[in-house]
């Protein structure tokens, strides 16, 4: 998608702190942080939303997943414990249609979220 924010990031055309990137998976600091630390992981691949997910995606989100957790342990959070949000369309919470996972750690999290 041309003008997708994250696509851009992924692709260098806008700057980001990246944490972490390979062929397939790009993880960077947030822009607006809920917690000391919010990172952000993405696939390269373009996918707008949670439901238009596919079978084959399948190992793709479970990269993300993985990439978050080792995120997690460099950043010393993992032990503690953190939070991992996937949102999904504008009642979930999605602002940015490229489907990503927010990595929250190093406050207590509370529940209900806010």
Known sequence: MKDCLFCKIAKGEIPAKILHQDDRIVAFDDINP????????????????????????????????????????????????????MNCNPGGGQTVYHIHIHLLGGRQMAWPPG
């Open 34 to 85: 809920q917690a000391l630390y919010h990172k952000i992981i993405i696939p390269r691949k373009h996918i707008a939303t949670v439901n238009d997910l596919h079978a084959e995606d399948a190992d793709l989100v479970g990269q993300m997943v993985l990439s978050a957790a080792n995120l997690a342990k460099e950043l010393n959070i993992a032990e503690p414990g953190y939070r991992l949000v």
